[in-house]
């Protein structure tokens, strides 16, 4: 369906008639979402929003570095490449005791999903081993659990699935004709071949990628247009703002204009209606006006907790504010319990 069908299948009184978007995305059809008039788009993605979620629940979800800096690869954004001088230091993966403790203070606070990221190009198979252990215990508390480790081979996914994995993070970051503008050091082709093993073990895929890497907007289209025509499209997609940190190549970026991202966000939502649309890096610098506009426009995950592998995010009582002011309620995606963090 395009995007002239689309808008016609929308009705102001009846939108749970609304027909599901179906792909794949032309470039030209997403690029035509992403010029609507704000306040026409928003609409659009807030009724494709409560169709499909009409509880309006927000996930919440604590990425923990369990293996910091050292990465040989060059990924422009990226304090944690060995080729940048941004003041992080390599440390060895942490020990399954800190990771647990790190899972149940998250599990405490709210989250309901728990990421681990690790600083590789790609895993051996001692690491993914290692990993695998972690993956077990943080399962053990009955959270969901995610892992960004790199680029994996088809048997490390199958491993990881064994552990009891439920998603795998390995961002597309912008278009393919844009990609080499920030990293050399892997192909796009590379990306899509460990999303292809990480679904083919059985593994729920949480893909995305960034705003504000010096992207013309034809490139941020084609990123929703890769994102929404992987067959089938991820069932988690985070949209990041650049977080420029000193030292890295992307350092003396643009900031993104605030309306940009969010029609970032309700064009994921209408392409990929089922997806947990996840609103991740860049949440401090938005300020809650704006965090509030991308909720309307079908956001509904974030990163909870006080750092986003190594650079800051919204502390917990912020969060918990500011979901309180709005009156969203975060669930336990393990049970039927609605927990009330605007309570």
């Known amino acids: 369906m395009g995007a002239n069908d689309l808008q016609?299948?929308?009705?102001?009184?009846?939108?749970?008639?609304?027909?599901?978007?179906?792909?794949?995305?032309?470039?030209?059809?997403?690029?035509?979402?992403?010029?609507?008039?704000?306040?026409?788009l928003l609409f659009e993605a807030q009724t494709v929003?409560?169709?499909?979620?009409?509880?309006?629940?927000?996930?919440?979800?604590?990425?923990?570095?369990?293996?910091?800096?050292?990465?040989?690869?060059?990924?422009?954004?990226?304090?944690q490449s060995a080729e940048f001088d941004t003041g992080v230091k390599a440390q060895k993966l942490m020990e399954v005791d800190e990771v647990v403790r790190a899972a149940q203070a998250a599990?405490?606070?709210?989250?309901?999903?728990?990421?681990?990221?690790?600083?590789?190009?790609?895993?051996?198979?001692?690491?993914?081993e290692k990993v695998a252990v972690l993956v077990e215990a943080v399962k053990g508390l009955g959270m969901q659990t995610c892992a960004t480790l790199g680029m994996l081979e088809p048997h490390h996914a199958h491993q990881l699935k064994a552990a009891g994995l439920d998603y795998y993070n390995h961002n597309l970051d912008t278009a393919p004709e844009y990609y080499t503008d920030v990293v050399d050091t892997r192909t796009y082709q590379?990306?899509?071949?460990?999303?292809?093993h990480v679904r083919?073990?059985?593994?729920?895929?949480?893909?995305?990628?960034?705003?504000?890497m010096g992207e013309a907007p034809?490139?941020?289209?084609?990123?929703?247009?890769?994102?929404?025509?992987?067959?089938?499209?991820?069932?988690?997609?985070?949209?990041?703002?650049?977080?420029r940190v000193p030292g890295t190549p992307l350092a003396d970026s643009e900031p993104v204009d605030p309306f940009d991202f969010v029609r970032m966000i309700a064009v994921a939502r209408i392409t990929m209606p089922t997806a947990r649309v996840r609103l991740s890096a860049g949440r401090q610098?938005?300020?809650?006006?704006?965090?509030?506009?991308?909720?309307?426009?079908?956001?509904n995950s974030i990163f909870y907790g006080d750092k986003l592998l190594?650079?800051?995010?919204?502390?917990?009582?912020?969060?918990?504010?500011?979901?309180?002011?709005?009156?969203?309620?975060?669930?336990?995606?393990?049970?039927?319990?609605k927990v009330e963090v605007c309570a």
């Open 107 to 128: 599990k405490d606070a709210g989250a309901t999903r728990f990421c681990m990221g690790a600083a590789w190009r790609a895993p051996k198979d001692r690491d993914v």
């Open 310 to 337: 190594v650079t800051g995010n919204p502390d917990v009582e912020a969060d918990v504010q500011l979901l309180r002011k709005l009156g969203l309620q975060s669930r336990r995606t393990t049970t039927t319990e």
């Open 218 to 243: 034809v490139h941020r289209a084609g990123l929703i247009a890769q994102l929404a025509n992987l067959n089938p499209y991820p069932e988690s997609v985070p949209i990041n703002s650049l977080v």
């Open 8 to 40: 016609q299948a929308i009705t102001l009184h009846r939108p749970t008639k609304l027909a599901a978007p179906q792909g794949p995305w032309t470039i030209e059809a997403i690029q035509a979402l992403l010029d609507k008039p704000l306040m026409d």
């Open 49 to 79: 929003h409560r169709q499909h979620f009409p509880e309006g629940d927000i996930e919440l979800a604590t990425l923990l570095s369990v293996k910091t800096g050292g990465c040989p690869e060059n990924c422009g954004y990226c304090p």
């Open 190 to 196: 590379d990306r899509l071949d460990t999303l292809a």
């Open 200 to 212: 083919s073990a059985g593994i729920s895929v949480c893909c995305g990628g960034i705003v504000g």
């Open 285 to 299: 610098q938005m300020g809650d006006a704006v965090q509030a506009l991308c909720f309307m426009a079908g956001a």
